[in-house]
């Protein structure tokens, strides 16, 4: 149990276009879903947190207008970057946790490259 | 602010050479410890949590404790498939947030 597919594994975009990555928790519902940011050699880094249905509450130093997150559904949350630039290429890794189960389980991640 | 720090960065072992992997914490109001693995080009996989100090969990070859200030990840008779990085992170009373430590990548050599 406790599964959360991403996806895609793997991106590669031209600069200025926008991407979206998908984050699924197929057997179980995600009250909350974290998106974060992780570069070679280096930890994770959260970037947003989103609750179904209503706005993602962002940290410091991400900017809203270009990492859009939507949480339609307790399954469901996806991450759009707007007008990607080389700069944006990272991996970038969701997971979901539920309120009954303090625990947050992660997706595979989605390695973005911005040409 | 919530901190973690992991040491050592990088750890080899001989395949059965017992170690230990630890995670220093500075948190307000401890809300949970969680001990990751995760493989290269991978999200993290979930191995423990651990709520107060005292507490421990085993899981195979691993065994995780907690003190009020650290945690230690014992690794007994390590295989080469143990290797990965192993990051810790904790969670404050405050949120649910998690704040990771950069990471132990452990090498276990056949």
């Known amino acids: 149990g406790a599964v959360v597919s991403q996806h895609p594994s793997w991106v590669i975009c031209k600069s200025g276009t926008s991407v979206k990555i998908e984050c699924r928790s197929l057997?179980?519902?995600?009250?909350?879903m974290f998106w974060y940011r992780q570069f070679p050699k280096q930890s994770l880094m959260l970037m947003a947190t989103?609750?179904?249905?209503?706005?993602?509450?962002?940290e410091q130093g991400v900017e809203k207008d270009k990492f859009l997150i939507n949480h339609a559904s307790l399954t469901l949350s996806t991450l759009t970057v707007t007008s990607a630039h080389p700069e944006d290429s990272s991996f970038y890794i969701c997971?979901?946790?539920?309120?009954?189960?303090?625990?947050?389980?992660f997706g595979a991640g989605t390695r973005l490259s911005v040409l | 602010e919530d901190q973690v720090t992991q040491s050592p960065e990088a750890l080899r072992l001989q395949e059965g050479e017992s170690s230990s992997l630890n995670c220093s914490y500075t948190?307000?109001?401890?809300?949970?410890l969680f001990w990751y693995r995760q493989d290269p080009g991978k999200g993290p996989e979930f191995l423990f949590t651990?709520?107060?100090a005292g507490e421990e969990k085993e899981k195979e070859r691993l065994k995780a404790t907690l003190t009020k200030k650290e945690s230690f990840l014992h690794i007994t008779a390590p295989k080469p498939e143990d290797s990965a990085t192993y990051l810790c992170?904790?969670?404050?009373?405050?949120?649910?947030?998690?704040?990771f430590g950069e990471g132990t990548q452990l090498t276990v050599n056949p």
């Open positions: 992170a904790v969670q404050g009373t405050s949120g649910s947030r998690l704040t």
């Open positions: 997971s979901a946790g539920t309120l009954a189960k303090n625990i947050q389980y």
């Open positions: 989103s609750n179904e249905g209503s706005k993602a509450t962002y």
């Open positions: 057997d179980f519902q995600a009250t909350t």
């Open positions: 948190v307000s109001g401890l809300r949970g």
């Open positions: 651990l709520y107060s």
